[in-house]
T-cell receptor, first 116, second 112 residues
Framework: DAGVIQSPRHEVTEMGQEVTLRCKPISGHNSLFWYRQTMMRGLELLIY????????DSGMPEDRFSAKMPNASFSTLKIQPSEPRDSAVYFC??????????????FGNGTRLTVT | DQQVKQNSPSLSVQEGRISILNCDYT??????FLWYKKYPAEGPTFLISISSIKDKNEDGRFTVFLNKSAKHLSLHIVPSQPGDSAVYFC???????????FGKGTRLSVIA
């Protein structure tokens, strides 16, 4: 099992540029989650999908952020235009269908984004 | 408004002794409580969980205790080992396949 795969591991870009983060969930998992980690706010949920459908995007900071899941094996998180305050580690996680929430989320190793 | 609070940012314990990490929450709708461990430059990894209908769950050196009336849970690690040094997150969720709500974490250092 390859686990959740995120790319790139590191991204450095200039303010105003478009950034696309990618995630491949574990095969067979039907839920996908995007989290962001910062020193100030810790790990916060941005958006999550069930069966490729966005369920809750209330954590997306503003319209500059968008996420898609075109199929069960791929998701993207896009920031356009990027700003220095978007600098953070972005994690993708997936989970399998489970009874009563007992299925843990499996996290990728994250993408460290730096916007200068 | 933090739903999950881990009030100790750091904890230092001697190897072989017990480590106790605490977590308080405010949302009575949480149904499952998970603990994650995180090493630098890696994603969080699942450690142990407990259902809201239980008050204790044990897995090897790790035990989680839940006190629903106090909205408090704790993770006990005994005996602590240097490899346990990491950041530990308390992460409850509602029922079904819903997102986890993370605390800010506690950095555990186990000293040899």
């Amino acid at each position: 099992d390859a686990g959740v795969i995120q790319s790139p591991r590191h991204e450095v870009t200039e303010m105003g540029q478009e950034v696309t983060l990618r995630c491949k969930p574990i095969s067979g998992h039907n839920s996908l989650f995007w989290y962001r980690q910062t020193m100030m706010r810790g790990l916060e949920l941005l958006i999550y999908f069930n069966n490729n459908v966005p369920i809750d995007d209330s954590g997306m900071p503003e319209d500059r952020f968008s996420a898609k899941m075109p199929n069960a094996s791929f998701s993207t998180l896009k920031i356009q235009p990027s700003e220095p305050r978007d600098s953070a580690v972005y994690f993708c996680a997936s989970s399998s269908p489970g009874r009563r929430g007992e299925s843990p989320l499996h996290f990728g190793n994250g993408t460290r984004l730096t916007v200068t | 408004d933090q739903q999950v609070k881990q009030n100790s940012p750091s904890l230092s314990v001697q190897e072989g002794r017990i480590s106790i990490l605490n977590c308080d929450y405010t949302n009575s709708m949480f149904d499952y409580f998970l603990w994650y461990k995180k090493y630098p430059a890696e994603g969080p990894t699942f450690l142990i969980s407990i259902s809201s209908i239980k008050d204790k769950n044990e897995d090897g050196r790790f035990t989680v205790f839940l006190n629903k009336s106090a909205k408090h849970l704790s993770l006990h690690i005994v005996p602590s080992q240097p490899g346990d040094s990491a950041v530990y997150f308390c992460a409850p969720r509602g029922s079904g396949n819903t997102p986890l709500v993370f605390g800010k974490g506690t950095r555990l250092s186990v000293i040899a």
